[in-house]
């Protein structure tokens, strides 16, 4: 007699880390299969059509958010996050195809540093008996040009900024010295 598993492992949903100034962090998680429609009575606020929210906790220095989409579970579970946050003023906004996590920072400060540094375990993610290396969303380049929100402006910065050759004029040169003979 065949029995079938009822139990499904979560996924690990990709993921972008996005400062947005010294105090809030964004993080975009991709559910490719998650759709959404307006909320009634906030019309501005979007819930998930076919999915349900399972967790969604902050702590002073931690994150865990789960959804079943469909027939797939997604999780993520931020163990140790580079600072503190204020749990209270977090949330989390959903849209079709992921999410958006925001994280309101405790100090202002910089995580950026911290999470791209190699000497640094960066997002200390959770590993879980229910999640596997095997069991994750493919890694794809995410387009957040689909998306309502505005342009991320400092994904995980990798090298300073260097300005374009185009766009810088040069001085005019000054004024050869005025000689005057008498």
Known sequence: MHTSDTTTKPILPSFVVQEEGTRKVLVYLRIPELKVKRSFPNIFKFVPTNGQEKVLDFQNQSFTFTINVQTKLY?????????????????????????????????????????????????????????????SAPIEEVQLKDTDMPPPFNLVPLAPCVPSRLSTKKAPAPPPPSTTTN
């Open 75 to 135: 999780s993520i579970s931020i163990a140790r996050l580079p600072g503190e946050i204020q749990p209270e003023r977090c949330s989390i906004m959903y849209q079709r195809g992921g999410c958006w996590i925001t994280l309101y920072k405790l100090e202002p400060m910089s995580w950026m540093n911290r999470i791209c540094d190699n000497l640094n375990p960066g997002l200390d993610i959770e590993d879980d008996d229910n999640q596997n290396p095997e069991v």
